[in-house]
């Protein structure tokens, strides 16, 4: 598979390039440091897939790294969450992934931490929070590099969103501010395209407690190869897997495991 990109990249056409092909050919040094720094092959097998899809739009190509069966962030062959975890969950709509978290761990965890904007899936999220007596906290704030207000469309779905086009104002914060005092073990993000800013807020957490983190980079074109080096920049010693969860190009999610 990787030769097959070497040579796609290699015979493309500058003149007959279509913009999909022309930022992969960019990349492709990004390309190959990702390849490279893949643990495994069924990562590795991803990353290929998505890009073959990406070059000739054949939902095909993503069959075969497709399996249902396993759950999305906290994939046991990677990292095996327990009870002795902190999390923090970043986008966390309305307790969807609380849910997966709880029945993991029969309903008990050393600490949850939510941040969600919407204040619909807010308050079903809190609701949930507060009927399991969950030890940490459940902010009403997006996540972002530092603190502030940004424009935000609250859909009161998974589709909610940091975006200059939204209706109303919400705050935002760093994880690095809201969390300081606090002990991180694992970070999910899935919040429509604000990785990138939530991550450098979460800078010394990620460098200090060197937590597993489970981030989704499909939401931005250039994402799936920006995540990784934004993260690797950090200097703090991980072992990285890829795994796709849909049938299409959405839900692939970057995971980083401390050595």
Request: charged fraction near 25%; glycine fraction near 4%; charge should be negative.
């Amino acid at each position: 598979m990787f030769s097959y990109f070497v040579n796609s990249f290699i015979s493309f056409d500058a003149h007959s390039m279509t913009d999909t092909s022309n930022v992969l050919l960019q990349k492709f040094s990004n390309y190959v440091d990702l390849f490279n720094s893949l643990e495994d092959t069924a990562s590795k097998e991803v990353l290929d897939s998505l890009l073959r899809y990406r070059l000739n739009f054949d939902e095909n190509e993503l069959k075969n790294v497709y399996n249902p069966s396993c759950i999305q962030y906290f994939e046991s062959d990677i990292y095996q969450i327990s009870t002795k975890d902190s999390i923090v969950d970043c986008g966390a709509f309305d307790g969807d992934t609380l849910a997966t978290v709880l029945r993991l761990t029969n309903e008990k965890l050393r600490n949850y931490y939510a941040f969600e904007p919407d204040k619909e899936n807010y308050n079903e999220l809190k609701n949930k929070a507060i009927k399991y007596q969950l030890p940490g906290s459940i902010y009403q704030l997006g996540c972002w590099s530092a603190k502030t207000q940004l424009t935000f469309a609250d859909s009161g779905t998974t589709s909610s969103q940091i975006t200059e086009s939204g209706s109303i104002k919400v705050d935002v914060t760093s994880l690095d501010i809201e969390l300081k005092d606090k002990d991180v073990t694992f970070i999910k993000m899935d919040i429509e395209g604000a990785e990138i800013e939530a991550l450098k807020g979460a800078k010394n957490i990620i460098q200090n407690q060197k937590p597993v983190l489970a981030i989704c980079v499909y939401h931005k074109f250039n994402d799936i190869f920006d995540i990784p080096e934004l993260v690797k920049s950090f200097g703090v010693d991980y072992k990285y897997y890829l795994r796709h969860y849909t049938k299409d190009v959405r839900e692939t999610v970057l995971y980083a495991v401390p050595v």
